[in-house]
C-alpha cells in the first residue's frame, strides 16, 4: 500500500468564499502530462469572476483550486510524454480552467502540449505574469489580424493585462503603435514604446483625424469591451481595417465595421483548455514569444507586491479594488 503523498494548496469552496489553505493530494503525471514544481502562479481578473461564481464561460465548479497561470520545473514525467525532462523550466496557461485543478498548490499535473521553456531572462515570478495575456494578445494580432511592419494599431487599455503586451507584441512586429488609457497611465503606455492617446478627453473623431489623417486604424485591439468595442468599429481603416476584441460578449451594431469594408475577430483564448482541441498551438506561442522575451522586446508589468500562499486573499483583494499596478504573482 503506497503512503498518501500531499502538498499544500488554496480551495475556495463556494462562490465569495474565502481562499482556504489546505492540505490536498498531490497529483501524479498522468498519460501525456508532466508534473510540475509550481514556483509562482499568475492571478488574473478571471480568477475573482470563477471564485465569485460569475465564470460559467470557464466552467470551473467550486469547490476548487484556483489560478491559470504557472511556472516552474518538472517534477516528473508522463507516458508518452517526450522533449522535456525532469528540472526543466516551465510556464504556461494550463490549470484552473474546465474542472482542472489550479496553479495556487505546489504542484499540478498539467497537459505537455500547454508547456513551454521558461524564457531564460525572467524569473518564475516574471513568467507566471505573462501565459494567459500573452497568448490572448498573440491570438489577436497574429494568428487573426496577421499584423506587420508599418501597420498603425491601436490597442485600447495600453497598460492593463493584455493590453501592455499587446503593445510591446505590435511593436516587436514592426507596428506603429497607438494606445489609449486615462491619464494616470501615460507613462505606463508610452514607456512600452506606444502613442498615448487620453480617451477620456479625445472623442474617436478627434484621436483618429490626428494619428490617421482621418484614414482609421489598419488594426485596433479591445482588451475592454462595450463602449469600447464600438468605438473601435468606428475608428477602423477603410477596405481592410480588422478589429479584434477579448471581451466582445455584448450586443453590438456591426454597421460602422461595415459601411468600412472592414472585418471583426473575436478572440477566446481559453477554448483549448475547453474543447481539448489545438493546445499544442498554445505551447508553440509561448515558446516563440519566449525567443522575443529573450530578445528584449517583451517584458511583464508586475505590481512591485509579493504575495504567498499565505498572504494570496491581498492579491485578490488588491485586484478586485483596482489598487494594482501591473499583474499580481503568487509566489509558492
Not at 65 to 88: N, P, S
Not at 169 to 176: D, N, V
Amino acid at each position: 500500500m503506497t503512503d498518501l503523498i500531499e502538498m499544500l494548496a488554496l480551495m475556495v469552496d463556494s462562490a465569495n468564499g474565502p481562499l482556504r489553505l489546505t492540505s490536498v493530494a498531490r497529483p501524479a503525471a498522468g498519460a501525456g502530462q508532466v508534473l510540475v514544481k509550481i514556483a509562482a502562479s499568475g492571478v488574473n481578473p478571471l480568477d475573482l469572476k470563477i471564485r465569485a461564481g460569475q465564470g460559467a464561460h470557464a466552467r470551473q465548479p467550486l469547490p476548487a483550486i484556483l489560478g491559470i497561470d504557472l511556472a516552474g520545473t518538472v517534477a516528473q514525467i508522463g507516458e508518452g510524454v517526450e522533449g522535456w525532462a525532469v528540472g526543466d523550466e516551465v510556464y504556461a496557461m494550463a490549470t484552473g480552467i474546465g474542472g482542472v485543478p489550479g496553479s495556487l498548490a505546489e504542484y499540478a499535473a498539467v497537459d505537455a502540449q500547454l508547456l513551454a521553456r521558461k524564457p531564460a531572462n525572467l524569473s518564475p515570478r516574471e513568467a507566471a505574469a505573462l501565459p494567459l495575456v500573452l497568448i490572448t494578445a498573440w491570438e489577436g494580432l497574429v494568428d487573426r489580424a496577421r499584423v506587420q511592419s508599418g501597420q498603425r494599431v491601436l490597442v485600447h487599455g495600453g497598460a492593463g493585462g493584455v493590453g501592455h503586451v499587446a503593445v510591446q507584441l505590435a511593436r516587436a512586429f514592426g507596428a506603429e503603435v497607438y494606445a489609449t488609457g486615462s491619464a494616470h497611465s501615460r507613462a505606463v503606455i508610452e514607456g512600452f514604446g506606444a502613442t498615448f492617446i487620453d480617451y477620456q478627453q479625445s472623442t474617436v473623431e478627434q484621436y483618429v483625424a490626428e494619428h490617421t489623417a482621418g484614414e482609421g486604424f489598419d488594426i485596433i485591439y479591445d482588451t475592454v469591451g462595450g463602449a469600447t468595442l464600438d468605438a473601435s468599429f468606428k475608428a477602423a481603416r477603410m477596405h481592410g481595417g480588422h478589429v479584434l476584441s477579448c471581451l466582445g460578449w455584448g450586443e453590438h451594431s456591426l454597421a460602422p465595421l461595415s459601411f468600412r469594408a472592414a472585418t471583426y475577430s473575436g478572440v477566446f483564448t481559453l477554448l483549448p483548455l475547453l474543447s481539448g482541441q489545438g493546445r499544442e498551438h498554445h505551447g508553440r506561442i509561448l515558446a516563440q514569444a519566449a525567443q522575443l522575451i529573450e530578445a528584449g522586446q517583451l517584458r511583464p508589468l508586475l505590481d512591485p507586491q509579493r504575495f504567498s500562499l499565505q498572504t494570496a486573499e491581498q492579491a485578490h483583494e488588491r485586484l478586485r479594488t483596482g489598487a494594482a499596478q501591473g499583474k499580481l504573482v503568487v509566489e509558492i
